[in-house]
Nanobody, 119 residues
Framework: QVHLVESGGGLVQAGGSLRLSCAASGSIKSISSLGWYRQAPGKQRESVASITSGGTTNYANSVKGRFTISRANAENTMYLQMSTLKPEDTAVYYC?????????????WGQGTQVTVSS
């Protein structure tokens, strides 16, 4: 089992910055990749960014150049640095982890943290 807890959300003006954190606990060594998803009101949940255990990153086109995903393995924590925020970035942001548990991969999710960008 992997337990994820997000923090760092809040209200920010357009053009501002926020840093989200995701603290992982439990079967940490089984985690192969981590990522961030978001869900805006009335929209489907979408992938924002991901990072593998080897450090390979991937971003949605809508956030490339503005968001940076990173992980601090010694702290069992993942971050999402968000800059030049836009009102359309407003959403609940979820931390996710893919971990090998038992005989297959499992997906784990945090409870989410609200990010609101005012125009």
């Amino acid at each position: 089992q992997v337990h994820l807890v997000e923090s760092g959300g809040g209200l920010v003006q357009a053009g501002g910055s926020l840093r989200l954190s995701c603290a992982a606990s439990g079967s940490i060594k089984s985690i192969s990749s981590l990522g961030w998803y978001r869900q805006a009101p009335g929209k489907q949940r979408e992938s924002v960014a991901s990072i593998t255990s080897g450090g390979t990153t991937n971003y949605a086109n809508s956030v490339k150049g503005r968001f940076t995903i990173s992980r601090a393995n010694a702290e069992n924590t993942m971050y999402l640095q968000m800059s030049t925020l836009k009102p359309e970035d407003t959403a609940v942001y979820y931390c996710t982890a893919k971990a090998w548990v038992g005989v297959r991969f499992h997906d784990y999710w945090g409870q989410g943290t609200q990010v609101t960008v005012s125009s």
